[in-house]
């Protein structure tokens, strides 16, 4: 059961925020004070070099790091005996922010009453998808680059969950980048002829990046070898063909090779290949800091995640679904904006960590990446959703206002870090009403218990959302979220 003792701690502007530091402070001109730890920020490199997916999935396969090492013993405390009484600065990235497909797919199965296959739900990417409505809805400064949130909440007893939102701002695509679009046009694609086949979804979402996008350098392909010179040209080639050297043409040729990080490629397929057979040119999107953006076409009940996984870890861009009318039309309102413009680059997360907490880890998924990590990028009016789970070795020793929370990150000309004070103690003052965290929460158990196909942790954590949408939310989507999660076989009446 939550408490709902919570403490919203600071909405900030970030145009406002960092144009009040002096010119001689790091970061750009924000003011940020010496905690004296070793820092970690600007880290890069870590090129991956397989199609594998990016680290951060399954804790059977890879272990969250053991972030809480550090700091010489100390004399035993009485509350809490063992314990060293030495802060942690922690430095992290999230594993994969810009993956949104498992939510998607999992919408689009519980709709038509099926399970979502357990092994293919992702919990960071109901945490990409349902974004905080607070933050969503929040005035950006013109011109500014965005807001940070951050609130720790008491969950019960010596447990706190730690929520910390990045939301960049909106901003126009650029006019001098190169934009491709490979479409696979391979004859499991069907027919442009039929409006509900995967390539007639192809084809709109093809129109729906040209349309999007201000630059005159859009270039149509597909993986048949045709060079189309606008999207009506594709009907199907009524053939077979390999994805993935396609791509590598892609990747390679001059005319469609991308060549700044401003350039934007697209892949819109049913994934039908083998993951293991793309091409190391591919490595190219990562090296310039470009972004390869997958988008599924293919049934929801027969989805290659693997392939389309290894796309885009390769890629460094999105992933998203859009089989379903309803899913199509998020991407296009929604999700397309963030993969045409990178707004922030390198986001990180700095935890200034009181002694006597500890990280819980995961029981499933790892979402973070400590340390070293290949840089992860936020698009126009992209959130990143950092989600703790905080363990105390005991309340009593608590002693106030203690904890740092640091939002780093990088736009086109400066670093800048965003550090705001946490009052642990007051987050054990008398109960208010349901918050942001607890949401975020309630959609992270509502992913979680899909992995279990068991009745009681999905009617628990249907019980939770419910309890969330009913105590303040106008979250639309929270509430789609719980009307299709009612059509799982397993809580049907």
Request: hydrophobic share 40%; proline share 7%.
């Amino acid at each position: 059961m939550y408490r709902t003792s919570a403490a919203w701690i600071v909405l900030v502007s970030l145009s406002t925020a960092l144009a009040c530091g002096s010119n001689d402070d790091a970061y750009g001109g924000l003011r940020v004070e010496n905690t004296g730890g070793a820092g970690g920020y600007g880290a890069g490199g870590g090129i991956p070099v397989t199609a594998q997916e990016e680290p951060g999935q399954w804790l059977e396969q890879e272990g969250l790091p053991d972030v809480n090492a550090g700091g010489p013993a100390s004399p035993p405390q009485v509350e809490c005996p063992g314990v060293a009484t030495t802060s942690r600065i922690l430095d992290l990235s999230l594993a994969s922010p810009g993956s949104f497909a498992s939510a998607q797919l999992a919408l689009e199965l519980l709709d038509g009453g099926l399970a979502p296959i357990p092994q293919l739900v992702r919990t960071q990417d109901f945490l990409n998808y349902f974004v905080p409505e607070d933050l969503a809805g929040s005035p950006h400064g013109q011109g500014g680059l965005g807001e940070v949130a951050v609130q720790l909440a008491q969950v019960e007893g010596n447990t706190f969950d730690l929520l910390v939102v990045l939301r960049a701002s909106q901003l126009e695509p650029p006019t001098n980048n190169r934009v491709v679009v490979l479409i696979d046009d391979t004859n499991s694609m069907g027919s442009a002829a039929d409006p509900q086949s995967p390539l007639a979804r192809a084809k709109e979402l093809a129109g729906a990046i040209r349309d999007a996008t201000g630059t005159t350098d859009f270039v149509l392909r597909t993986v048949s070898g045709a060079q189309p010179a606008s999207v009506d040209e594709i009907v199907g080639s009524g053939s077979e063909g390999s994805i993935a050297v396609a791509l590598h043409e892609v990747a390679s040729a001059a005319e469609t090779s991308p060549r700044t990080g401003e350039d934007r490629h697209f892949l819109i397929s049913d994934g039908k290949d083998d993951p293991e057979s793309l091409p190391s040119s591919l490595e190219i999107f990562r090296q310039l800091g470009a972004s390869l953006n997958v988008i599924s076409v293919a049934p929801a009940d027969d989805h290659p995640a693997r392939f389309f996984r290894a796309v885009y870890t390769l890629g460094a861009g999105h992933y998203a679904h859009a089989r379903s009318d309803s899913e199509l039309s998020v991407v296009k309102t929604t999700l397309l904006p963030q993969m045409l413009v990178t707004a922030l680059r390198d986001v990180r997360l700095r935890l200034d960590l009181p002694w006597y907490f500890e990280i819980v880890k995961p029981k499933t998924e790892e979402p973070f990446i400590a340390g070293v990590a290949p840089p992860k990028n936020v698009g126009a009016a992209g959130v990143h959703t950092f989600l703790v789970r905080l363990q105390a070795c005991s309340i009593a020793v608590i002693p106030g206002s203690d904890m740092k929370v640091g939002v780093s990150f990088q736009d086109a000309e400066n670093e800048y870090l965003v550090e705001l004070p946490l009052d642990v103690k007051q987050t054990l003052s008398p109960p208010t009403p349901y918050t942001e965290v607890t949401r975020v929460r309630a959609v992270h158990d509502v992913a979680e218990a899909l992995k279990t196909l068991d009745r009681d942790a999905l009617v628990a954590a249907r019980a939770k959302l419910a309890a969330a949408i009913g105590n303040g939310s106008a979250n639309a989507a929270l509430s789609t979220l719980l009307e299709k999660l009612d059509g799982h076989p397993l809580l049907a009446p």
